[in-house]
């Protein structure tokens, strides 16, 4: 077994975002942690599940149901890895993408914001995904409905680049109602998801595919959140890694932008209302 095929075993044992694991496999490798993991090198009880799976699955059975998905595996290294995920806490052990890889290298911009949108915010993420397509930056989402779909289309309809980093397996169309945009988004885009392919979309895979949005994007713009929003929990991912925040205001007693106000009173987001003043902002902090 080489490092690939360790990663690739490791990545379908273990939850993505896991901070120990990351941090066992950044420091001694993926061969040496399954070397010590087989070989009582960690505690057996603790971790009896997790060399459980690994003495019934191989690296073979792994790239294949990947391979079937059609999709391919990406591992740090690879020349298509996009690195800044590297700067997270706990990065992936790899990554699964469909579509054009290639596209994880270029200059990015998230934007991220509420399932239940307003006109006016689904109008706001058209404009701002259109204008930054315009200047040869990707889109990068969460592929849900509301914001993050406006984003998505308002991209394609520039005739971009987009990217959803998805909570599911790559070949579960999550939700169901964006089949046809995600094959869409595949066309000149693509789609990541560090979930093993047929895994559901768990309520804490969200959280933990929110921090690779922030990561793998250049920065990050937040239109139209609640007060408790997993939109507020990528700009906060976004910040700790030192990428540029911004947000749109919305109107002063509208629930879906307290959130963005939230964001911007606290200082955690800069106040934007064109694609000008974002472009500036994003220059300015780079």
């Not at 706990?90 to 596209?103: R, S, Y």
């Not at 560090?194 to 979309?201: C, L, N, T």
């Not at 205001?249 to 106040?271: F, K, M, Q, V, W």
Request: hydrophobic letters at 45%; aromatic letters at 6%.
């Amino acid at each position: 077994m080489n490092e690939r095929q360790a990663r690739a075993l490791l990545f379908s044992a273990i939850e993505g975002g896991h901070p120990f694991w990351s941090s066992e496999i950044s420091s001694h490798g993926a061969l040496a942690t399954i070397e010590r993991l087989q070989g009582g090198g960690y505690d057996d009880i603790k971790f009896h599940k997790l060399i459980s799976t690994l003495a019934t699955t191989t690296a073979d059975q792994v790239l294949s149901a990947v391979d079937r998905a059609q999709a391919q595996l990406l591992v740090p290294g690879d020349a298509l890895w996009p690195v800044g995920v590297e700067d997270l806490m706990a990065p992936p052990i790899a990554l699964i993408v469909k579509g054009n890889p290639e596209v994880l290298t270029m200059q990015s911009l998230a934007i991220v914001g509420t399932r239940n949108p307003t006109n006016y915010g689904v109008r706001i993420a058209g404009d701002f995904a259109a204008g930054f397509v315009d200047r040869e930056w990707g889109i990068v989402s969460g592929g849900a409905y509301g914001i993050d779909s406006s984003a998505h289309r308002g991209a394609l309809i520039a005739e971009g680049v987009t990217i959803a980093v998805i909570a599911s397996g790559i070949d579960v169309n999550y939700p169901a109602g964006n089949t046809r945009l995600f094959a869409e988004i595949c066309e000149a885009g693509a789609i990541i998801t560090e979930v093993m392919p047929g895994h559901p979309a768990l309520p804490a895979r969200f959280l933990t595919r929110n921090r690779l949005i922030a990561a793998i994007s250049g920065a990050t713009l937040v239109i139209e959140a609640a007060f408790r929003s997993g939109s507020l929990r990528t700009a906060r991912d976004a910040a700790e890694l030192l990428r540029p925040v911004m947000a749109i205001p919305g109107p002063i007693n509208s629930p879906t932008s307290e959130g963005c106000h939230r964001l911007i009173g606290e200082r955690a987001a800069e106040i934007v209302t064109s694609v000008a003043d974002a472009v500036e902002f994003v220059g300015a902090n780079r």
